[in-house]
């Protein structure tokens, strides 16, 4: 399973090279979970996710995502709410299927000056933030 997720971010990188404005490298640097007392805290889980699944990449044009909490090999249901611009984020949302029925949401600050674009996601009860390139 692993191969499959390295060959598919492989392929989005090379894609990249053709289209670099159209592809999101990004890095996780905070995981929090819903707790049982409505608070974000780390957990296992979250711990798990930052540590194994902390990279992926985003296509901004397709809404494609390979690798880490976003990957859309379980969406049933994707759209691009906000490809980015200079003005506005990129926003994009799915239905996803997997053990449970969940929605994934990633928002990634496209008009942030420099290199570092700040994102935020949600999957299922959990909060992601990091940066994209």
């Given at each position: 399973?692993?191969?499959?997720?390295?060959?598919?971010?492989?392929?989005?990188i090379?894609?990249?090279?053709?289209?670099?404005?159209?592809?999101?490298?990004?890095?996780?640097?905070?995981?929090?979970?819903?707790?049982?007392?409505?608070?974000?805290?780390?957990?296992?889980?979250?711990?798990?996710?930052?540590?194994?699944?902390?990279?992926?990449?985003?296509?901004?044009k397709?809404?494609?995502?390979?690798?880490?909490p976003?990957?859309?090999?379980?969406?049933?249901?994707g759209?691009?709410?906000?490809?980015?611009?200079?003005?506005?984020?990129?926003?994009?949302?799915?239905?996803?299927?997997?053990?449970?029925?969940?929605?994934?949401?990633?928002?990634?600050?496209?008009?942030?000056?420099?290199?570092?674009?700040?994102?935020?996601?949600?999957?299922?009860?959990?909060?992601?933030?990091?940066?994209?390139?």
């Amino acid at each position: 399973m692993d191969r499959i997720w390295t060959t598919l971010l492989l392929v989005i990188i090379a894609a990249a090279s053709i289209a670099e404005e159209n592809l999101y490298i990004c890095d996780a640097s905070t995981v929090l979970e819903l707790s049982e007392a409505g608070s974000l805290e780390n957990s296992d889980f979250a711990k798990a996710i930052s540590m194994h699944q902390a990279r992926f990449a985003v296509d901004r044009k397709s809404g494609i995502v390979a690798g880490g909490p976003f990957a859309t090999i379980d969406a049933k249901d994707g759209r691009i709410l906000s490809s980015g611009s200079e003005e506005e984020a990129l926003k994009i949302v799915w239905l996803a299927e997997g053990p449970f029925t969940h929605l994934k949401y990633l928002w990634v600050r496209s008009y942030a000056n420099g290199p570092k674009k700040p994102f935020l996601g949600v999957t299922g009860n959990v909060v992601i933030t990091g940066t994209c390139e």
